[in-house]
């Protein structure tokens, strides 16, 4: 896709003359309290741990959100527990906000060690799951994690994504802000305020809390200064299905269920009958979809925003970052990035000194005002081979340009090329539900019956590859149902992140690393990681998949006519990738991926129309770069043999979590 630079004048002027008056005012109040030679000294750029983290106030509160989910006849509450500084407050200073609203606090943990929150006797929290009070709460900032709607402590009935999912955590931004009413308790009628507070807020979190992030940002809610989510949902619809093919055997009823607390289980009947109702397996868009896209609301976002993906993620595929990031570029959001070779995995398990580094100054910078030049580094940070890391000025790279790639023929069936010139004649393949991109892959070489594959010749320069590719395929099946898989592949050798294992390209240690201070109920010391590797002749590092019988629109899927060809276009997964020279680039047309996407009704024969079958891949360089990146060589089909891979992906978790 080409590169969106364009930026909104009238917010980067706000961000600009914010930061400016704090800083002003932070010059102003050490002037004040200082020597004079001190007064004189620079601003500071980095918040210090002066707080005392074992003294913290720990306190919790119950903030009506407007809503009854559960229809029990009173707005529901939804439970916040706060860590907070105790001497800004009794000076007389507000202090900002982090936020992590998620619905995993009893069910199921946060963090590579599935942490879930503890309490006291008189129900303060004790432990905070993740290291974000440790670190950030002795800094000056509070820290606050709210238990989503239906689940915890909370009222109200899970919605997965919808309304009531985000309205849990707007209600609390809406709290801090003097907007909304909270009580000391659920049930009780003594109100609370947030004195302590002055409402700048920035919401973190993986998966399903990072998803809320995306969502309440969508509202535009005043308030919230900065996300960071960490593979993170952007549109529903896009976790369940790829372009009308199913990705999982659930729905969003079946998650509400894994979630939600006993307490509100037995009232909540209603609100799983929609999610049912609302969601049917077709594969068709419907209300519930769209009530659940935040990408079409990117328009109203205020806050900047800090993604952090895994470009192996299975689970949260990287099309939710892709999508969200090119929408917020549309409308002037600042923005910044960290892409790595992992699975679904959390920045503290994969490079940990950085990212703390990284979020430490960045919530200084959108938080406390300071001027500590973030905002003027590079916007991405992308890791190209396990723990190498490289930036990026902009993202995608200035130049990127969507380059259309054709496929061609060759000698041996199913095995051809990719080159910039139009090609005649057409290619077979039969669905195989038992086999999946690594069997494809593996195969490249060699004429098989569930696929069909097409090589550049070997690469004479490096290609880079960075945003988001589509492949249009007009095919004809042989049946009246049909899905389709299109991948890309670097081949050749490299030592890339295990992606496929459990762990997903991290392995954890013994010896345990502290990022802030303990107590003793809650400790700032985890274990450590280490990337887990494996040698491989070839890298799947993009793919897109898509129900033939959704070709004219997502809204209603329509059975196939046999012997009757369709065009459809697959968006595939975003990516950041570079072919080195001496590799080869390819594209792969199938049906089933095993695993990543249920079967057809039926097992159809496809025949692929090569003339109209094409690629736009955003390289960086565009087609100027492929011309000079193929030239000198020939693109003879190279011999046939097994490649070795990393073995199949596990079935991704239906639960958005860690």
């Not at 809390?209 to 309440?216: E, F, L, Q």
């Not at 086999?435 to 195969?443: M, P």
């Not at 049946?479 to 299109?486: C, F, I």
């Not at 990543?596 to 960086?620: E, F, H, N, Y």
Request: hydrophobic fraction near 35%.
């Amino acid at each position: 896709m080409p590169k969106s630079t364009s930026v909104r004048a009238p917010l980067r002027t706000r961000l600009t003359l914010w930061r400016a008056l704090a800083t002003a005012a932070v010059a102003a109040l050490l002037a004040t309290f200082l020597t004079p030679a001190a007064a004189q000294a620079a601003p500071p750029r980095e918040s210090a741990p002066v707080y005392s983290y074992a003294h913290a106030v720990r306190e919790s509160v119950w903030v009506d959100t407007g809503l009854d989910e559960d229809g029990d006849g009173r707005h529901d509450r939804v439970a916040a527990d706060i860590v907070r500084p105790a001497e800004p407050a009794r000076e007389g200073r507000k202090v900002p906000v982090i936020m992590d609203a998620s619905p995993y606090y009893s069910c199921c943990g946060r963090g590579n060690e599935n942490q879930v929150k503890t309490y006291d006797a008189s129900g303060h929290v004790v432990q905070m799951p993740l290291f974000y009070d440790n670190y950030f709460v002795p800094r000056g900032y509070a820290f606050v994690g709210v238990d989503l709607a239906g689940t915890d402590r909370s009222d109200g009935c899970v919605d997965v994504g919808g309304r009531s999912d985000v309205q849990s955590a707007k209600a609390v931004i809406d709290w801090l802000n003097g907007r909304a009413t909270a009580y000391t308790s659920r049930t009780g009628t003594h109100t609370i305020k947030a004195t302590w507070t002055n409402g700048r807020t920035g919401m973190i979190g993986k998966s399903w809390d990072g998803t809320i992030a995306n969502g309440v940002a969508a509202t535009g809610v005043k308030g919230l200064k900065t996300i960071v989510p960490i593979s993170a949902i952007s549109s529903w619809y896009d976790y369940y299905f790829a372009q009308g093919a199913p990705l999982y055997d659930g729905g969003p009823a079946d998650l509400a269920g894994y979630v939600q607390s006993d307490t509100t289980a037995a009232h909540c009947a209603a609100e799983q009958k929609k999610l049912t109702d609302g969601s049917p397996r077709s594969g068709d868009w419907t209300p519930l979809w769209t009530e659940r896209d935040y990408v079409k609301d990117a328009a109203k976002v205020r806050a900047s925003v800090f993604v952090a993906q895994g470009m192996q993620d299975l689970n949260v595929r990287t099309k939710h970052f892709g999508q969200w990031w090119d929408a917020l570029a549309k409308n002037g959001v600042e923005r910044k990035l960290w892409l790595s070779q992992t699975g679904h995995v959390d920045p503290f398990d994969y490079r940990r000194g950085a990212w703390v580094d990284t979020l430490h100054r960045w919530f200084d910078h959108e938080l406390l005002g300071y001027d500590n030049g973030i905002d003027r580094e590079p916007v991405a940070d992308i890791e190209r081979h396990p723990d190498q890391w490289v930036t990026s000025a902009t993202w995608p790279p200035a130049g990127t340009r969507a380059t259309t790639l054709r496929p061609a023929p060759g000698t041996t069936p199913g095995v051809g090329t990719l080159g910039l010139r139009r090609a005649t004649g057409t290619e077979t393949f039969t669905d195989d539900p038992k086999r999946g991109e690594t069997d494809w892959a593996a195969e490249l070489t060699t004429s098989t019956p569930e696929k069909t594959g097409f090589l550049t010749a070997p690469l004479t320069q490096d290609l880079r590859l960075s945003g988001m590719s589509q492949v249009t395929v007009t095919a004809t099946p042989s049946t009246a149902s049909a899905h389709l898989s299109a991948v890309l592949v670097d081949v050749g050798p490299d030592t890339i992140r295990d992606y496929s294992d459990e762990a997903e390209g991290i392995t954890t240690l013994k010896n345990r690393t502290c990022w802030g201070a303990s107590t003793a109920g809650d400790s700032a010391c985890y274990l450590e990681t280490a990337a887990k590797t494996a040698d491989v002749d070839y890298t799947v590092f993009s793919r897109g998949w898509a129900d033939l019988g959704h070709y004219a629109s997502l809204a209603k899927g329509v059975p196939l006519t046999p012997g009757r060809s369709y065009t459809m276009t697959l968006t595939l997964a975003a990516t950041d990738h570079v072919v080195p020279k001496g590799h080869r680039l390819a594209l792969i047309v199938a049906g089933t991926d095993r695993d990543l996407i249920d079967p057809p009704s039926t097992k159809p024969t496809v025949t692929v129309q090569l003339g109209t079958t094409s690629a736009q891949l955003p390289l960086v360089g565009g087609a100027q770069a492929f011309t000079r990146a193929t030239s000198g060589t020939t693109a003879k089909a190279p011999a046939p043999k097994r490649l070795k891979g990393l073995s199949s992906p596990r079935r991704p978790s239906r639960v958005p979590g860690d």
